[in-house]
């Protein structure tokens, strides 16, 4: 008969479905609670990554549009319209992991922070644009960034 790590080992789908069995039994001496509890610190974890990976999209195609507003007005005319779908879709996306873990909220400064430098990196990427051009730290505050209808401007959010 194989040990509860060994199933985790060689099909983690069998194992879940041993584990919520037993739970169900009440067969709490039977657990694997030594992989119960990292799958547990997981499932936190792949909340809290999903919330920065929708951080980061948004704040890469504010960026764009920022960007491409103040020195590709070519490029914002062709692309504006698809960047600020993108965004209000990021921010119905963030809205629904916050409001699904409200403890997520406490950590967005801190995401935000880390997305920004990433999402910097990005725009500049997509964009014909010197990297010296995209400012260094987010020129929105939390609350901008995750308002629907907040949008950048050239005048107010560039040095």
Not at 52 to 78: C, E, G, I, M, N
Request: overall charge negative; charged content about 25%.
């Amino acid at each position: 008969m194989r040990t509860n790590a060994e199933l985790y080992e060689q099909d983690l789908y069998a194992w879940t479905q041993e584990q919520v069995a037993l739970l169900r039994e009440g067969a709490v001496h039977e657990l694997d609670l030594e992989h119960l509890i990292e799958e547990m610190e997981d499932v936190g974890h792949s909340q809290q990554d999903k919330l920065a990976s929708h951080l980061l999209v948004l704040l890469t195609h504010l960026l764009k549009l920022l960007l491409a507003q103040a020195h590709l007005p070519t490029d914002y005319a062709r692309a504006a319209r698809g960047w600020r779908l993108t965004c209000q879709a990021q921010r119905l996306q963030i809205a629904k992991v916050l409001r699904r873990n409200p403890r997520l909220r406490q950590t967005v400064a801190a995401e935000l922070a880390d997305a920004y430098g990433i999402a910097r990196i990005e725009a500049a990427r997509d964009l014909p644009l010197d990297e010296a051009l995209v400012p260094t730290s987010s020129p929105w505050p939390e609350h901008d960034v995750l308002a629907a209808d907040v949008w950048p401007s050239t005048s107010s959010d560039l040095p």
